[in-house]
């Protein structure tokens, strides 16, 4: 089946190549902000390849061209690149390179490397450059030889890409210090700080959720992340901030120049950096969040501008939301697991009734994920969902991240799995649960996986953990169970959570093998981070089980119903190797009872889940009708 | 009070230095093949500072003279540098600078640091180099200025050191292909593999472990490793053995000669890649394993000859024991569980001692450590102790790395707890166990920690995991009981330990944080570590448990006296997440059940231990004698 479109617009930008004497061009999955989700403008590498998964990288050169995304996209990467001829490059598989493997290989020397310098991160943009270097020194090339390998930073896309979408231009807001508990000031007074320690005068911010966790700012530029395309430079007394000025009003701008906000153009950053970085200023850079060009505006011969490459510091304060911001995220969690709560009520009704036994009476994953998002779009403050909701029935379970479209769309199976990975924006806060319920009778195998699953879920949750731990050396909580089943799941267990932000953020997470091999950062009071094992049986169902956790103190958690305390001489001790975290879970929905096999249980495991359902009851019960309450209490009873 | 031996030594080496124009000299606690103990030859910090811990550098210059040392031996050093003038200077504690940063501060251009090379990682070296480097820089003096920081190599030592030990020669002796289930060809081969494939022509091999696992050589030139002091190069068809000819015998020489092997003086390493290095030789050494000066032969202006710079292959190939190797220790693990059981039944008589109880009897800790070495010396095929024992009655168990001397030795107390941290060396292989028992009664608590301790031991050995688990992942099995009640313990779970080789080997660990933020090396199949939680309280007790593992394929367990196996679908999805892999706990030696409190257990850690003290019935009790075998039957019985 030959792809005809995918394969005009190949030769089209193979053209465009030619003419600019570019031998390969390689299109991320970014915009100029290293967002996770990207607007329509940014999606040159779906228009190219036809792939539309969150994550891939096209290479395209002469003839031929390859795609590289993750383990969650492989099945669907696999059918949307069906006659493109693209290749499928499965990533972290064995024998499969990586993109600058298959360039240091492929790339021959005076060849040119091409690709938007803004879309790619520093450290990328530098590891590319090595494959270049690595290529020249293979052929014995050295820094003068004019046949030198080069990169060529271009957007071939514009000319190329017909009908491109524009760039969002959505209006601001802006939070109070009611909202967070922190004030602008404070949060500039506390950047300045570290960017004081480091002996930097100004810090280079792109990433748009640190941009609006400095300024309480929120917009609406990217799907999903209420956050605005701009960039920031932090100095000592004020902070530009490059943004479209029509979507900032009067009043937000007023607020905003209080604290020292200069408003720029969007676009004029990139200029602005080559004008400074002739003067002498020490920049602070991340080389995670900003781009290789706003890298290369600042640095190269001749410049009078330092760098300092670092972590951005707002990325750890952005991380450990304040106590104002907990609270709020409470709050966010039980409007949503009313709406939540509520769908699965509707759920076992449908279930139970012989219209929808009889295959009478149908309803598809798409007709339940309107109605979840019309139930939270009843709750107070709600502003979006958190990212594109997952409705998958029976066999699509078994895609990690699948999500039904009007062509995958599905009759919800009855006896079967129905599994819900959904979240919301509130105004309150992030939410992201996921609930997997059987939509009938589930089998003994089948109630024997989703125990696994859910026992990995609670253990996790119960840890009590000292300062220094990381998500890797938690990981194996949430996994024991399935390990011992023959089973895994080719994901991590758990992300940050933005506060009314990214619904994914960094710098803490919770998987195997850490960052790259690197432990990543350990557990601070604040953290919110998700809790979601799985099980995904290709063809059959998929399983996964997700709460929000909060990390705090060991002696603020409340367990059993009482405070966690270290009693007698446990807290002369927990004084010594402490301080002591756990984890708070903040997801207020039951688990689907009828799915659990008891039996494979501990005593420790029934009593947590017994706990936390007794908490949800309390919590949600208020907020439902009579019908609603009765059936949750059963839910909820004690196993 | 002033230490005029220490004095005078000092004022000695000030005029060596004067003499030869250094201006810091460096001593550093290593022998030329960075092994973890050192024979009396390379205790030259010890000769000059009177400190005789493990740990210790010591920098003399003009005027002055520091040591630095670990947590270990704050004390110690703090007694026995006094009256030498030498400050003392305590290791990662806060405002304390490491030697560089104090070089760093101190030295001015133009002057010499000297040390001697070969006892100096290569990696170390080059930190000693950037600390010259630095302080140029801070004067701005260039590559070309003539008054330079500079570094010397230089053995001051041996000039001044009147009647320095010499340096150790005991006979060497081969395994043969019966008790590694490997040749020496064969090792050579694997070894030869990988130096091919990263294009290497020679590796030149410093540790003593890694050479005797190629060659199949034993020693005894270092205490409690049965190796011989010795380096290697490896060439395409032969191996150059540098080595003192006097310990090698006629018949040895001749078995390794037929495997290419030239005999060549111990000495003569440097000369010989003195030499080498104009030639056009691609030599592999690994940077944490080979010296300052064996890199500075290699490499430098004008050389001919390359070096790649990575982890010797060896590491890997020898942390994963044959099966020939694992049935050995497995063997290797009785004889000793045999002897360490007897001692626990002499204990067990000793503490139900009427004369002991009322204070008549009094047995001490040195006491304790020769019974026990008694007992193993009759264990066939024994050689020596693996490390020096840790007997360690009451608040000496608190001290973790206490070792009884003629000064420490105290009398073994009744009614506290008895730590006793012990190893030996087999013709069968190496062991490291170490059993906590109560000398009477033990109070709630104890029991409550012993068991907390006890759990988290056989939580960790029950693991099973897939491919790509680190000991990060698993270390948390082992601390989460202990982290609930506020405790911790400051050391890492589990260590390698080699097949009659050195008991503390790597790459993989089982610890919180790995190697410097980075997970360490994945288990694989073969591999033998170490678990042993502990729980220190300070002036009151210590308590350890320490078992032997080994890394199998999960397929190969066996749990509950079957083969652990994946059944029905489980055998397909661990096809498709595995290979599984899981423990086999070699150590054969029961648990002090008087110390448990079994209230506290899961039922899961209670079959978990039935399980275990059922096996160790069976192994162990064919060798005990009628009183024994009654005795260690009720010790074993299922609680």
């Known amino acids: 089946m030959y792809n005809d479109v995918i394969n005009k ?91 600058e493997e298959f360039l240091e290989k492929s790339m021959l020397p005076g060849e040119t490397l091409s690709f938007d310098g803004r879309c790619i991160p520093l450290g990328r943009g530098k590891e590319l450059e090595d494959v270049c270097k690595a290529v020249d020194k293979k052929a014995c090339l ?88 701009s960039y920031a430079v932090v100095k000592k007394d004020s ?32 200029g602005d950096l080559r004008a400074d970085s002739d003067k002498d200023i020490t920049f602070m850079i991340d080389p995670k969040r900003v781009s290789y060009s706003i890298y290369k505006e600042l640095t190269g011969e001749g410049k009078k501008a330092k760098t300092v490459e670092c972590r951005c510091p707002i990325t750890l304060m952005k991380a450990c939301k304040t106590e104002v911001e907990i609270d709020s995220e409470r709050k966010a969690h039980i409007i949503d697991g009313v709406a939540v709560t509520k769908l699965l009520y509707r759920l076992y009704k449908l279930k139970n009734d012989p219209a929808f036994k009889s295959g009478e009476k149908k309803v598809t994953e798409l007709e339940v994920a309107d109605e979840l998002l019309k139930l939270r779009q009843a709750g ?15 066999e699509h379970g078994a895609i990690i991240h699948y999500e039904p479209d009007e062509k995958s769309n599905a009759e919800i199976k009855k006896d079967a799995f129905l599994l819900m990975d959904t979240g919301g924006q509130y105004k309150t806060g992030t939410t992201d649960i996921t609930r997997t319920v059987m939509m009938g009778e589930a089998s003994e195998e089948e109630k024997k996986l989703y ?66 091999g690197k432990l990543t950062e350990t557990f601070k009071e604040g953290m919110i981070t998700s809790d979601e094992p799985g099980v995904y049986l290709d063809g059959e169902f998929g399983i996964r089980l997700e709460n929000m956790m909060v990390c705090l103190k060991a002696e603020k958690l409340v367990k059993n119903g009482k405070s966690f305390e270290f009693t007698g001489r446990e807290e002369g001790y927990a004084k010594e190797y402490g301080p002591f975290y756990g984890f708070e879970t903040i997801t207020m929905v039951p688990f689907d009872k009828t799915s659990i096999d008891k039996s494979l249980m501990t005593i420790e495991d029934i009593e947590l889940l017994n706990e936390y359902h007794a908490k949800v009851y309390k919590q949600i019960a208020p907020f439902l009708d009579e019908e609603e309450k009765v059936w949750l209490k059963e ?5």
């Open 9 to 99: 617009r190949l030769a089209s930008l193979r053209s465009a190549m030619k003419a600019a004497g570019i031998d390969y061009y390689l299109f991320v999955t970014a915009d100029y902000h290293s967002s996770e989700y990207v607007s329509d403008f940014f999606k040159a590498r779906e228009y190219f390849s036809g792939f539309n998964g969150s994550n891939g990288d096209l290479l395209v050169w002469k003839d031929g061209a390859a795609l590289w995304t993750d383990g969650r996209y492989f099945l669907q990467a696999g059918m949307q690149l069906e006659g493109t001829g693209i290749e499928l490059m499965k990533m972290a598989m064995p024998g499969v390179p990586t993109v």
């Open 451 to 516: 125990t696994a699953v859910l026992c990995g879920n609670l253990r996790l949750a119960n840890a009590i953990f000292p300062e220094g731990t990381s998500g890797q050396n938690l990981d194996v909580l949430a996994r024991s169970e399935l390990w011992r089943r023959g089973l895994d799941y080719r994901h991590g267990t758990g992300h940050g959570v933005g506060f009314l932000l990214n619904v994914h953020e960094g710098p803490q997470n919770i998987n195997l093998k850490g960052a790259a």
């Open 380 to 394: 107070e403050g709600f502003l979006d969902q958190s990212f594109a909701p997952i409705i998958a029935t029976a």
């Open 635 to 639: 839910e909820t009873a004690a196993l």
């Open 239 to 270: 902070v530009d901030l490059y943004i479209n000025e029509d979507i900032v009003s009067g009043e937000v701008k007023n607020t905003l120049s209080k604290d020292g906000v200069c408003f720029k153009p969007y676009n004029d950053i990139y």
């Open 142 to 229: 050295d820094a003068e030889n004019p046949d030198k390998t080069s990169i060529k930073l271009a957007d071939l896309a514009d000319g190329v890409w017909t009908e491109r979408p524009a760039l969002p231009a959505n209006k601001v807001w802006l939070l109070t210090k009611e909202d967070t508990g922190e004030s602008v000031a404070e949060r500039l007074k506390r950047v300045r700080e570290e960017m004081d320690k480091k002996g930097c005068d100004e810090l280079v911010l792109s990433s748009l959720d640190d941009i609006a966790w400095l300024l309480l700012l929120r917009g609406a530029d990217i799907e999903f992340n209420p956050v605005a395309l």
